[in-house]
């Protein structure tokens, strides 16, 4: 686990193995999937190697215990009342980056920026003190960062 | 006389707002801004500062007309009250709730307010320590600290006191949870910013123990941490926990100036 705990070594097995790892234990263990980053700009492919599902991802954008985007970020989604004024606007984020681009950013935006504020929904390791029911776990699945990059990807 | 200022600043803070003056940044806050610190009090709804503003309302004082009683209480094998020992509570608790956490020699790390009612109770009084959020911990610690209302705060941070603030301070920077967060991206860099619902503050510790509106009672700043913490979904430290005092006392200094406001009230 210390290992994972650097993100040069991080993105060495990401980036060459091309395996896939188990984090999680117990009864909601999920295979963290393997992908590779490109140029430190995208991740091209889809991690579950199927597009995701618009809708769907509008949803995970909402829910409080999933994407909960709207706690920082403006999203053209008007019956919804508070959306947060921590990041920027992504109102045209679909023409503002390609899907890879959204991708990287959703799955780790440390990597595009260590300092940011934003967490990374796809990485269940080099974490301080998660609380037991967390542990070795993404925020997001696989499939769930697939619907909300197919939904970003329409807002243009 | 002390309560009266801050609510008379209250009200002329109240007034600039009526009058038209944006919130906010041009608002004056009277003691409750000092240079760039700013209370939990300036980002709270104008329904919110007003039941604090008024003792009749502030149901806090339940708390602290508790924490008068017992003060006068008589409890434990030595047969003493606080007053014992230390009289009139409007004298001899002026600073401490400005001060405090403080270096304590016996045990070579800092202690709280919390922590000195209940090293009082045990070695001085011979009574048992009172539970953590407990009412009678809560009431007295409000008591105690409402003595110093309206005293800037300015806890010691040099001397034996220094290692401790340097380790509160790597604690507020440090990034945890699965959220990966640490105190100062909410608190330091987006006080001002709606995060969904909620409007961030500075997370200034001047005003506890507080009554949280939600909570609908006072509660620890210990409590406090521990949801902050939980919010991010990392495993809180036990309240009363080295970790939280040393956090404390970097807080105090962080808000260093700013009234003490127990018992504030917050949404």
Redesign the interface.
Same mark, same amino acid.
């Given at each position: 686990m210390v290992a994972w705990q650097s993100l040069g070594v991080l993105r060495a097995l990401i980036c060459g193995a091309g395996i896939a790892a188990l984090f999680a234990t117990g009864a909601a263990a999920e295979e963290f999937v393997a992908f590779k980053i490109v140029d430190n700009e995208s991740i091209a492919k889809s991690l579950t190697g199927k597009p995701g599902d618009p809708a769907r991802g509008r949803e995970v954008a909402i829910n409080?215990k999933q994407g909960?985007c709207? #706690?920082?970020h403006k999203l053209p989604i008007p019956e919804q009342?508070?959306?947060?004024?921590?990041g920027p606007d992504l109102s045209t984020a679909g023409s503002t980056y390609s899907a890879g681009e959204l991708r990287l950013r959703i799955v780790n935006p440390?990597i595009v920026n260590p300092d940011t504020?934003m967490? #990374?929904f796809y990485r269940p390791f080099g974490?301080?003190?998660?609380?037991?029911?967390?542990q070795g776990?993404t925020?997001l699945t696989a499939e769930q960062v697939e619907d909300v990059v197919a939904y970003l990807t329409t807002l243009k | 006389m002390r309560r009266i200022a801050l609510a008379a600043v209250a009200a002329s803070g109240l007034t600039v707002m009526l009058a038209g003056t944006a919130l906010s940044d041009e608002t004056d806050w009277g003691a409750y801004e000092v240079g760039d610190k700013r209370s939990g009090y300036t980002y709270a709804a104008t329904e919110t500062r007003s039941i604090q503003d008024d003792d009749f309302e502030n149901p806090a004082m339940l708390w602290v007309d508790t924490g008068q009683e017992l003060w006068d209480t008589v409890e434990g094998e030595a047969g003493k009250a606080c007053a014992s020992c230390h009289d009139d509570a409007a004298v001899s608790m002026a600073e401490v709730g400005a001060i405090y956490p403080v270096y304590y020699e016996p045990r070579g790390k800092l202690i709280n307010i919390e922590q000195r009612i209940n090293l009082c109770r045990t070695e001085n009084m011979k009574a048992k320590a009172w539970k953590w959020e407990s009412r009678e911990l809560l009431s007295m610690t409000a008591f105690v600290r409402n003595q110093a209302r309206g005293r800037p705060v300015a806890v010691k941070i040099d001397g034996p006191a220094a290692p401790f603030y340097e380790k509160g301070k790597e604690f507020y920077y440090q990034r945890r949870g699965q959220l990966d967060m640490a105190c100062k991206n909410c608190h330091e860099d987006n006080a001002g910013n709606m995060i969904r619902a909620n409007l961030l503050s500075q997370g200034q510790s001047n005003g506890f123990p507080t009554y949280r509106l939600k909570w609908q009672k006072v509660g620890s700043l210990h409590r406090r941490f521990r949801g902050c913490n939980s919010q991010v979904r990392a495993t809180p430290y036990k309240a009363g926990s080295d970790e939280y005092v040393n956090l404390e006392l970097f807080l105090a200094d962080r808000g260093r100036g700013l009234p003490v406001e127990t018992p504030a009230v917050r949404n």
């Open positions: 409080r909960n709207l #706690a920082c009342p508070f959306h947060g004024e921590i440390k504020f967490p #990374a974490l301080h003190r998660v609380s037991k029911d967390f776990k925020i | -």
